[in-house]
């Protein structure tokens, strides 16, 4: 069953403006915000709103006159037993024991535990992963692809029509140094058992000796330029350097669980160039620069964008510019997204810019994140290939597996594999996702497998653990059934880990709206701990009836959230670990 809620910080939140415009009538309050959120600190209360400063700025009034107004005049909105003013004039809510206890009985039977359908309707294009054919994907295409991959499954969740697009990079002038390449150094069998290694070992020759060939240089020009005219012999080759490279991609990503409703790479867009060309040149916006077409960005402070370089070729920014003008107009998304590693910032810049110049309307995001650092030996940036990210997804694995057999020795064998690559491949996105994206962070295994930190084995044995207890319950008490009892909210260790339950939602709707899926795992992790901290404090099997089922009905509701965070985080959830 489906209910469709409100989330609390949305109800409250409205309730603050009715109850603002009530209180002070003829205030224009539109610009204010005026938002009730969670508190940080229980001692705050479950939800705190500082209304009281902004609406005091705008009446020349004391903020604390004010939230005293609020409080006398407005009353409590349903659900919140009091409303204290604390320091300056912050507002404190206070919800009922009684009230929580309603609202999780609800949200236990939810499909959607509460969360709602809020991008209903809209699309977004998700534009991640995009490594470059004919080259290893490096670290960066990886964290895209994790990072990309969690945004998209969060943004599916709230109902949103998602359009993921690997934007290949599968066009571009080290395509003539390849092919010349190709047909002189390369090594069939190596091509044949490791595709991408071997065009990149026969790229690397070829760059190398155009430094200092000039027949050489030239040659692969024409190569390139005899690609660009549809040459069948090289467009063969091209497209069989597609293929290999897909093929390879392809297998990580199925690894990693991330699949695309659009692989549309750069060549796609090809013959839509020269039309881009014109279209800049109408608007006035491009102009010639010793021999390149480029546009100007002064105003915005920002460098030239070359959209076609001297030799007539087009640039990364032309693809792109050809790319949103299609998409904007198949697919009519209210949002395009864009994952890539911090490097690209001032391309996306620029890029932005131009489309705003030609009239786009879109909403356009760059969701850049720094590279992650490794160990040295696992895993750098420039032996950053996907042999390696195999090694790296192993190497989790079996590090997953000594601990799965360690704590479920009697376990069959076939089954700790199985957990060990829900753990092992866990640890290694959570380690991704666990950080601000837009922090430096070095992954450990250390860290990423610790069971005792915030890690996703630490989650995913939180999820086992609770799943067990579920299974005593039955075992101990077979005809009890959980559900025939209300939840009982008395001890303040289960009143505190219901309030983090019913933050789900909200955590769900600001990790997608500010596209950080660690504000996501930020909470499961502070969620896991309060249970444990509630689990390990009260008694659970051992409490008479009704208070037992209510527990039981906590310890379910938390598994559930868990399992679904995690699942939104691309993370598997074994039932043993
Ligand atoms: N292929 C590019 C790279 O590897 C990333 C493409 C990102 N998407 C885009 N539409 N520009 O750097």
């Keep these: 069953m489906s209910i469709s809620f409100e989330t609390i910080e949305q109800t409250l939140s409205l309730w603050m403006r009715q109850a603002c415009a009530a209180v002070f009538p003829g205030a224009d309050l539109a610009a204010l915000p005026l938002n009730v959120v969670a508190t940080t600190d229980a001692s705050f209360g479950d939800y ?210 991330v699949k695309f409703d659009l692989v549309r790479g750069e060549s796609f867009y090809n013959d839509k160039l020269p039309g881009v060309i014109v279209m800049l040149q109408e608007n006035g916006l491009a102009e010639e620069s ?109 590090r997953a597996l000594a601990l799965v057999q360690q704590s479920s020795p009697d376990m069959p064998p076939a089954q700790q594999r199985e957990v060990a690559r829900c753990v092992g491949l866990g640890a290694v996105k959570y380690a991704d996702l666990s950080q601000n994206p837009q922090s430096l962070v070095t992954f450990t295994w250390d860290k990423a497998l610790a069971l005792d930190g915030n890690s996703a084995p630490y989650l995913q044995y939180a999820y086992a653990r609770i799943a067990s207890v579920q299974d005593k319950y039955r075992e101990r008490f077979p005809v009890g059934d959980p559900l025939a009892q209300p939840i009982q909210l008395a001890d303040p260790l289960e009143r505190a880990l219901a309030v983090k339950l019913l933050r789900f939602p909200d955590i769900v709707l600001r990790a997608a709206a500010n596209f950080r899926p660690n504000q996501l795992a930020d909470y499961l992790f502070d969620l896991a701990q309060t249970y444990s901290t509630f689990y390990q404090n009260v008694p659970f099997l051992k409490a008479e009836a009704g208070v037992r089922e209510s527990r039981v009905r906590l310890c379910d509701i938390t598994a559930k959230t868990l399992r679904c965070g995690l699942n939104l985080l691309g993370i598997e959830t074994p039932d043993r670990i």
């Design 48 to 257: 705190q709103c500082n209304a009281a400063m902004s609406v005091a700025k705008l009446l020349k009034m004391k903020p604390r006159d004010v939230a005293q107004a609020i409080v006398d005049r407005a009353g409590c909105p349903v659900g919140v037993e009091r409303i204290e003013i604390a320091g300056p004039g912050f507002l404190n809510f206070h919800l009922s024991a009684d009230w929580l206890a309603r609202r999780l009985e609800a949200v236990q039977t939810d499909a959607r535990l509460g969360v709602p359908a809020a991008g209903q309707g809209k699309t977004v294009i998700l534009d991640y992963s995009s490594p470059n054919v004919a080259k290893p994907m490096h670290i960066g295409h990886i964290r895209s692809t994790v990072i990309g991959n969690a945004l998209d499954r969060l943004h599916r969740f709230l109902g949103w029509r998602v359009l993921a697009d690997n934007h290949l990079g599968d066009w571009g002038t080290q395509f003539g140094l390849l092919m010349l390449g190709f047909r002189t150094f390369a090594d069939p069998t190596a091509y044949e058992a490791s595709p991408i290694e071997e065009l990149e070992r026969v790229y690397v020759a070829s760059y190398n000796r155009s430094k200092e060939d000039e027949n050489w240089k030239n040659a692969a020009r024409a190569e390139l330029v005899k690609l660009q005219q549809g040459d069948a012999e090289n467009r063969e080759l091209w497209r069989s350097f597609i293929e290999h490279s897909l093929r390879e991609f392809e297998r990580i990503y199925q690894r990693l669980n």
């Design 290 to 398: 010793d021999g390149a077409l480029i546009i100007k960005l002064e105003a915005e402070k920002l460098t030239p964008c070359i959209v076609r370089k001297s030799d007539g070729g087009y640039n990364y920014a032309t693809t792109d510019i050809a790319t949103v003008l299609n998409r904007a107009e198949e697919f009519k998304p209210d949002a395009v997204i864009y994952v890539t590693d911090e490097r690209q910032q001032l391309h996306f810049k620029q890029f932005f810019t131009v489309c705003r110049k030609l009239g786009v309307t879109t909403r356009l995001e760059h969701i850049w994140f720094g590279l992650m650092r490794l160990p040295e030996g696992t895993f750098s940036t420039r032996e950053g290939n996907v042999i390696k990210l195999d090694r790296l997804l192993d190497e989790a694995e079996s």
